[in-house]
T-cell receptor, first 115, second 114 residues
Framework: GENVEQHPSTLSVQEGDSAVIKCTYSDSASNYFPWYKQELGKGPQLIIDIRSNVGEKKDQRIAVTLNKTAKHFSLHITETQPEDSAVYFCAASFPGGTSYGKLTFGQGTILTVHP | EAGVAQSPRYKIIEKRQSVAFWCNPISGHATLYWYQQILGQGPKLLIQFQNNGVVDDSQLPKDRFSAERLKGVDSTLKIQPAKLEDSAVYLC????????????FGQGTRLTVV
């Protein structure tokens, strides 16, 4: 099955700096890559996603890049703010068989933004 | 639009007892997922329903876990008997479709088995 590796496990930055979180996936058939933000005591919430036919997607201060050849994708947050502090998860999904639409998550990155 | 509702929020039980969790997905969402999230890890899929049929339960420990989705709407997840290693947050999510689609998560049920 699919395996998703996420790095780093913790990331500490100063307010205003950029933050980058990287993920690699194992199944070349995966074609959908969402990023979720999870705050304490809450369920994960989608912040951005990208499909396999796109190399980059941006939404205000966040962007995601995808390299299908290398099977890795990254989340970039610019001008970080204290409210960006949370746990971030990457995920990968592939269609077909009995596992269509199944999301496999990375282990998570604890992002701390210091004022 | 109302989100995914889960209950209870917290549950503490002794090992070998049984427990049930309830989920009400977003109205009209055909796909429903149950995930297990152990502290410090990413969510792991336990079971996925498409309407009221199971499409993936490959990681569900079927000797102790069961789930059903009656009439393609609400769902319940049951553990019987519980083990210490079942302590986790159980997340329910729903999606309007099965591919290229956002999964909307509930707040989860935190289970502690003592």
């Amino acid at each position: 099955g699919e395996n998703v590796e996420q790095h780093p496990s913790t990331l500490s930055v100063q307010e205003g700096d950029s933050a980058v979180i990287k993920c690699t996936y194992s199944d070349s058939a995966s074609n959908y890559f969402p990023w979720y933000k999870q705050e304490l005591g809450k369920g994960p919430q989608l912040i951005i996603d990208i499909r396999s036919n796109v190399g980059e997607k941006k939404d205000q201060r966040i962007a995601v890049t995808l390299n299908k050849t290398a099977k890795h994708f990254s989340l970039h947050i610019t001008e970080t703010q204290p409210e960006d502090s949370a746990v971030y998860f990457c995920a990968a999904s592939f269609p077909g068989g009995t596992s269509y639409g199944k999301l496999t998550f990375g282990q998570g990155t604890i992002l701390t933004v210091h004022p | 639009e109302a989100g995914v509702a889960q209950s209870p929020r917290y549950k503490i039980i002794e090992k070998r007892q049984s427990v049930a969790f309830w989920c009400n997905p977003i109205s009209g969402h055909a796909t429903l997922y149950w995930y297990q999230q152990i502290l410090g890890q990413g969510p792991k899929l336990l079971i996925q329903f498409q309407n009221n049929g199971v499409v993936d339960d490959s990681q569900l420990p079927k000797d102790r876990f069961s789930a059903e989705r009656l009439k393609g709407v609400d769902s319940t997840l049951k553990i019987q008997p519980a083990k210490l290693e079942d302590s986790a947050v159980y997340l329910c999510a729903s999606s309007p479709r099965t591919t290229y689609t956002e999964a909307f998560f509930g707040q989860g049920t935190r289970l502690t088995v003592v």
